[in-house]
């Protein structure tokens, strides 16, 4: 900790120390001190996972993510055949309201043609 000391006076010509307090931490130590974390968390990682109950976690998600990836294609495929029946329903909405426009249009331009 260090401390800026500046000081102040007063109108009256008295003078007041005004301390002000600040924390610095050099670049150094920081970079040192997050260096070593790393390397004791990579070091922990390493030793847990080349252990017995590390290869265990390992297979358990290696078999998690497989059975994921299988869920998700399955979930994947429900959704585009949803869709692509959602969107072949609609394509023929869209057809039938034509052709009934048009037929509408037809016997309107027929009756005028009739007058």
């Given at each position: 900790?260090?401390?800026?000391?500046t000081w102040k006076t007063d109108q009256s010509g008295r003078s007041k120390l005004k301390i002000k307090k600040k924390?610095?931490?050099?670049?150094?130590?920081?970079?040192a001190l997050?260096?070593?974390?790393?390397?004791?968390?990579g070091v922990s990682a390493g030793l847990y996972?080349?252990?017995?109950?590390g290869?265990?976690?390992?297979?358990?998600?290696?078999?998690?993510?497989?059975?994921l990836e299988s869920t998700i294609e399955e979930k994947v495929q429900k959704a585009y055949e949803n869709l692509?029946?959602?969107?072949?329903?609609?394509s023929e909405s869209v057809k039938d309201a034509a052709d009934?426009?048009?037929?509408?249009?037809?016997?309107?331009?027929?009756?005028?043609?009739s007058y």
């Open positions: 900790m260090t401390e800026d000391k924390i610095i931490m050099s670049s150094n130590n920081t970079s997050t260096f070593l974390l790393g390397a004791a968390i996972l080349n252990s017995k109950n290869k265990d976690m390992r297979k358990k998600l290696a078999s998690k993510a497989g059975e692509k029946t959602k969107v072949s329903s609609a009934t426009a048009k037929e509408m249009a037809n016997k309107t331009q027929n009756k005028v043609n």
